[in-house]
């Protein structure tokens, strides 16, 4: 029997390998510099993971980040993973266990896939829940056409040409938890691209990342807007701005079905409706306490697994 070792932590090359399975098996849309981002930038983070001992490949994954807020301490748990030859031989479970053990009795998040939703809220009591999934709603890139006019009441600026204060008081109406210091960082990580988006009167009305992430495709995190108008421009100016967009795959939304103008915004991007394809995907769910978040706003998470918004 093939031996197998527990790493926390581990190399980089890890991470590597849990970013390219996740993305072939699960089409998980990460990058190779969020193990670092996660690292230096949440108050403590852990990488659970086990590994084949001689050869070092990837048998299962789970991480753990801790959040300190002036709510207490928020942990969120993300990757779990183990691969599909190694499933249902009882391995995800205890490391998932050893990661529930550090949260203790603090409030913690994930988002759930359907699949495993349930699980977690029976075994983990994640049973604080939104009424709405989140769906993943997406768009070829061969399939979009972007639109020659779009309203003229709302202009965007790259993020790094607008008032820091007022783009962070922006983000606090979307996420109550101060993620000012992280926002900077999340802008700086390379094939990244951010705008914001303002109305007439020179208000903030929404912002969004492009990220260039595994399998060629493109990840739009987060993605806010105060209305679809708004969307519309930014989502026009970003795709504008990233140098050869038609290269890419895809792109697509993680978004909460309760907020139907992301498929809206698809459409008006889309050669035809039917390009443009939507699934129920994952739960939000927290252990102690839902943070509430402004659903009409949010078209896409800032990072399915360690965010909530
Ligand atoms: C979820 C996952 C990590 C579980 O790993 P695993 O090693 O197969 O898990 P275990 O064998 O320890 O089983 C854990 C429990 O989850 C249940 N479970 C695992 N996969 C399941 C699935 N697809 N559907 C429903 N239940 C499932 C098992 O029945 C078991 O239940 P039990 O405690 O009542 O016996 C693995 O199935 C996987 O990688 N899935 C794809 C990625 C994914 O969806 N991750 C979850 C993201 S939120």
Redo the contacts with the bound molecule.
Sequence with gaps: MTELETLVNPPQEVFEEIVNL?SE??DWAFQLGDYQFWSKNFDQFWLFTIVEKETKKLV?SVSLARWDGEDGPLFSVGM???VQK?????????LFKKVMDIVGDNNAT????V??SA?YAS?FGFDKVPEHWHLFSSLKCADVVIPDKVSEKYTTKLWSDVDYEALTAYDRTICIRDRKKMMTNWFNLPDTFTRVVFDVSGNIVGYSTIRLVSKNKMSPAPFYADNLEAAEVLLKDLLNMIPNWQQYASFGFLHPECNKDPLKLLEKFAKNKESVSSATF?RSQFTKKLIPTPDQKVYALADCAHQFV
């Design positions: 996740t098996t699960e299962s779990f993973y183990c190694y499933r249902g031989t009882g391995l995800g479970k205890p994930l988002t759930g896939v699949k495993m699980k075994d994952i």
